[in-house]
């Protein structure tokens, strides 16, 4: 495992990233409850931070647990990485298919697409998309929400 994935799964650790540098995911209570190399699962609860006057979860949060699920699989990829890559998100699409009224939990299976854009960058020096899906679920397996991010990675200048 990683050291990025150690961090990641280490609630400590984690909470205090999230809260140096993703203030707003850190409450709303986001959770990676797994990680690892092809496979990333985001939890967000549903709770007063998160819910909207619809009695559901607000679909910013919703959108910040789906991006966290596939910019986790990203993260662990780039981390310490020589020659260093950047990363941004260029697009995003969302459906929403059912009210989140409980714990999302959003998990995205696109690690080895992940892993095989970011080579390609690295190896043609030319920038590269991949279109990530992170599918939210609820507590009885039912698809609430699916999203679509795409991520740019291009090497970073020296």
């Known amino acids: 495992m990683s050291d990025f994935q150690q961090i990641a799964t280490s609630s400590i650790k984690f909470r205090l990233y999230l809260l140096s540098r993703l203030p707003s995911a850190f409450f709303s209570g986001l959770k990676i409850t797994h ?7 985001v939890t967000v609860p549903y709770k007063w931070f998160t819910r909207n006057p619809f009695r559901s979860t607000y679909f910013a949060c919703l959108a910040m647990a789906a991006e966290m699920s596939t910019g986790a699989l990203v993260m662990a990829e780039l981390y310490d990485r020589r020659p260093a890559v950047s990363m941004l ?9 059912k009210k989140a009224t409980g714990r999302t939990t959003f998990q995205c299976t696109d690690g080895p697409a992940i892993k095989k854009a970011i080579e390609a960058a690295v190896t043609t020096g030319e920038a590269q998309t991949i279109r990530a899906r992170s599918a939210g679920t609820n507590a009885n397996g039912d698809l609430v929400a699916e999203f679509y991010i795409t991520w740019s990675f291009k090497v970073k200048s020296k």
């Open 35 to 41: 990680l690892d190399a092809g496979v990333c699962a």
């Open 89 to 97: 998100v260029v697009h995003l699409e969302a459906s929403f298919s």
